[in-house]
């Protein structure tokens, strides 16, 4: 079926160096991205958004891109920071109504100090 | 704001009991949500509410029931429960059905079945 998975389960990153995380889309139907940090003990936080007609969006210290031809997502964390050190997930909303969200598998990220 | 609260934080049953999980959310939203998350993967729909009175099915419906009679409250049931379930659930709700718009998430509860 549709899916949307992750390439990378886990990163590990210098601090203060930037973060990508990656993401495969295969539903093309879908026109609303979103990424979500989940920290360890916790419910998954919003991080930012991105709508299919738009290819890039920035938020504070972070960037999300949208490659549709490819089906590809990326979030950017720039500067990485050890409270950056979560498990991070992409979203997609398959396109219909009912904002049903279909989740990737997560990537976790480490920040070394 | 509390915004979107679930009770029990923990809870051990054995195979066969019941039990129901609480989901609260004090932001007036119309749409309610619960997912599994089983270790290292992401979240699964269980069951969803579009409103007060209203529930349907999600991804993994099998072994769960749930009810949402006010618009605050969704509640999600166990009749009988498995190994299988053990797992940690999340209720989240958004304002709208509007398939643009982010869902807020409660801090979990986590379900042991032995």
């Known amino acids: 079926g549709e899916s949307v998975g992750l390439h990378l389960p886990t990163l590990s990153v210098q601090e203060g160096d930037n973060s990508i995380i990656n993401c495969a889309y295969s539903?093309?139907?879908?026109?609303?991205f979103i990424w979500y940090k989940q920290e360890s003990g916790k419910g998954p936080q919003f991080i930012i958004d991105?709508?299919?007609?738009?290819d890039k969006r920035q938020g504070q210290r972070v960037t999300v891109l949208l490659n549709k031809t490819v089906k590809h997502l990326s979030l950017q964390i720039a500067a990485t920071q050890p409270g950056d050190s979560a498990v991070y997930f992409c979203?997609?909303?398959?396109?219909?109504?009912?904002?049903?969200?279909?989740f990737g598998g997560g990537t976790r990220v480490l920040v070394k100090p | 704001n509390a915004g979107v609260t679930q009770t029990p934080k923990f809870r051990v049953l054995k195979t066969g009991q019941s039990m129901t999980l609480l989901c609260a959310q004090d932001?007036?939203?119309?749409?309610m949500y619960w997912y599994r998350q089983d270790p290292g993967m992401g979240l699964r729909l269980i069951h969803y509410?579009?409103?007060?009175?209203?529930?349907a099915k999600g991804e993994v419906p099998d072994g769960y029931n749930v009810s949402r009679l006010k618009k605050q409250n969704f509640l999600l049931g166990l009749e009988s429960a498995a190994p299988s379930q053990t797992s940690v659930y999340f209720c989240?709700?958004?304002?709208?059905?509007?398939?643009?718009?982010?869902?807020?998430f409660g801090p979990g509860t986590r379900l042991t079945v032995t």
């Open positions: 989240a709700s958004s304002p709208t059905g509007l398939a643009d718009y982010e869902q807020y």
């Open positions: 539903n093309s139907a879908s026109d609303y």
């Open positions: 991105i709508r299919s007609n738009m």
């Open positions: 979203a997609e909303n398959g396109g219909a109504a009912g904002n049903k969200l279909t």
């Open positions: 932001m007036n939203h119309e749409y």
């Open positions: 509410s579009v409103g007060e009175g209203t529930t």
